[in-house]
């Protein structure tokens, strides 16, 4: 049997001025045809499982293009429609095959496709016919009916931070062989609750998700049924779809299949109270830091968060932390080119002043005039070691650690979130040894960060991925909403974060 494959990822916060195009593709990952074997075999990635499924089951997988860039604003029609017509290329050229298997994210925009994702399911339905079709996507997915009735399996992640890529790219592997030795005829269900949740609350370690999660293994478990994916979905994609989602595909009962998406969609619906969010105040923060006995204290600037679509630049944290006075901690990090260009042509050990960060947009702050002595310079390869992308390389391109006001502030020239405790390992720290530790990230740090830290505790800052979604001013996604229109659904009772 021959499997063919391919990926497009990206999650487009269209409110993000950081244009995507092919170029923004190859700073983070654009590779062709075997290069996929090179980069992921033996990997705990989506296409590490996916390869892991083929071998295990005796296939021979085929690559076409695999495609991932940062999370950014809407990608342009040329990288698309190019990376589109790669895949699709591929597949022609593929020969005979047997059945696709895809990796997809799920909340991809492209100027021309408020729906990635359904396009290229599309595409390639045209060209595999009644073949098994199988994707795999991100918890983030905002999942349309194009989507759903193109592929024959679609499956999400379980978890966020993402630690279950490898485990559902074998899935769905495995759910293809099913299809193709007989013993599977899937049939899906699809419901959408009118809820748009913001990160912070998507968080799988805890509830409300993790009760969704729960209930849906529990389901999995019952005869007849072969996969749930739970969705939380990604706002800033300002798409019709966008939001929370149920799939359920059963083998071959329909009747079931929307009989458990609907006690899904009715029980996330019943604890909708349960995701609103409530970041804390810094300078709440900051007293908590400051009187800490144990240590390090993580604190997360989730407005900030590149792995949403953020700058990543921003300085509103950095700039409160000094005239906090706080020292003994670590910023991870500044997105700032510039910066670092400066640093390495100063040198390890030299001091630099320089107009740090705040070069993208006015919401994330502006820049900060600071005066940093050049700790560390790297390359800012490394790899992941932590339970996210195990083995897969990361790479912040040339890095500068800037020692400001008695903390290590990391300066890159490209835009990473700090998943891994690798990105210090690399740079020379040593987290456990800071008072603090600030990361750009809403979610995703916990996986290899919570072990660690003594408290985690979420920053109420400006920013692209704040959970203020009221204030966005989205135009596509479906109304009403909640949390954004409380009153039209008739829930008076309760006020969101983002009323007065």
């Not at 790669?86 to 909340?107: M, T």
């Not at 966020?160 to 013993?183: F, Q, W």
Request: negative net charge.
């Amino acid at each position: 049997m021959r499997i063919v494959t391919g990926t497009i990822s990206h999650e487009t916060n269209v409110l993000s001025n950081i244009s995507t195009g092919l170029t923004e593709f190859k700073k983070r990952r654009l590779y062709y045809g075997d290069e996929l074997f090179t980069h992921f075999k033996g990997t705990k990635t989506p296409a590490g499982g996916i390869i892991q499924g083929c071998k295990v089951n005796g296939y021979e997988l085929v690559p076409t293009v695999f495609a991932s860039a940062t999370p950014s604003g809407t990608i342009n029609s040329e990288a698309f429609d190019t990376l589109l017509n790669d895949i699709l290329e591929g597949i022609r050229n593929a020969g005979d095959i047997d059945a696709a298997v895809l990796h997809l994210h799920g909340a991809g925009v492209s100027e021309n496709y408020p729906d990635i994702e359904g396009k290229v399911l599309k595409e390639v339905r045209a060209l595999v016919g009644s073949k098994p079709l199988a994707a795999t996507f991100d918890l983030h997915a905002n999942y349309t009916n194009l989507m759903v009735e193109s592929a024959d399996i679609l499956i999400g992640y379980d978890t966020y931070p993402h630690v279950d890529g490898y485990e559902r790219g074998v899935e769905a592997v495995n759910l293809t062989a099913k299809m193709l030795d007989g013993s599977l005829t899937p049939k899906k269900s699809f419901k959408q609750p009118p809820m748009l949740p913001a990160l912070q609350v998507q968080f799988t370690g805890r509830p409300p998700m993790s009760k969704l999660i729960s209930e849906a293994h529990r389901m999995e478990e019952m005869q007849g049924v072969e996969t749930i994916t739970v969705a939380a979905g990604f706002p800033w994609s300002d798409i019709h779809e966008a939001g929370m989602s149920f799939i359920v595909t059963t083998n071959d009962d329909q009747q079931l299949a929307d009989s458990l998406a609907q006690e899904l969609h009715d029980m996330a619906w019943n604890m909708r109270r349960d995701f609103l969010v409530k970041p804390t105040p810094m300078k709440e923060a900051f007293r908590q830091v400051k009187t800490a006995k144990e240590t390090p204290i993580v604190l997360a600037d989730i407005g900030d968060n590149p792995g949403g679509g953020a700058p990543e630049d921003g300085t509103v944290v950095l700039k409160a932390i000094l005239k906090e006075g706080l020292s003994g901690g670590v910023l991870a990090l500044i997105w700032d080119p510039d910066a670092v260009d400066m640093a390495i042509k100063a040198g390890i050990g030299e001091t630099i002043e320089v107009m740090l960060g705040g070069h993208t947009d006015e919401m994330h702050g502006a820049p900060v005039k600071v005066t940093g002595k050049v700790k560390v310079l790297s390359d800012g390869k490394f790899i992941n070691e932590g339970p996210m992308g195990t083995g897969s390389e990361s790479d912040s391109g040339p890095t500068a650690v800037l020692e400001i006001g008695g903390n290590d502030v990391i300066v890159t020239t490209k835009r990473i979130q700090p998943l891994d405790l690798a990105l210090y390992k690399n740079l020379g720290i040593d987290v456990t040894e800071k008072k603090f530790v600030v990361v750009k990230s809403s979610v995703h740090f916990r996986a290899s960060h919570e072990p660690v830290a003594a408290q985690v505790i979420e920053l109420d800052t400006p920013g692209l991925t704040s959970p203020r979604l009221a204030g966005f001013g989205f135009k596509n996604i479906r109304r009403p909403i909640f949390p954004l229109d409380i009153e039209m659904l008739g829930i008076t009772e309760l006020k969101s974060m983002d009323e007065p």
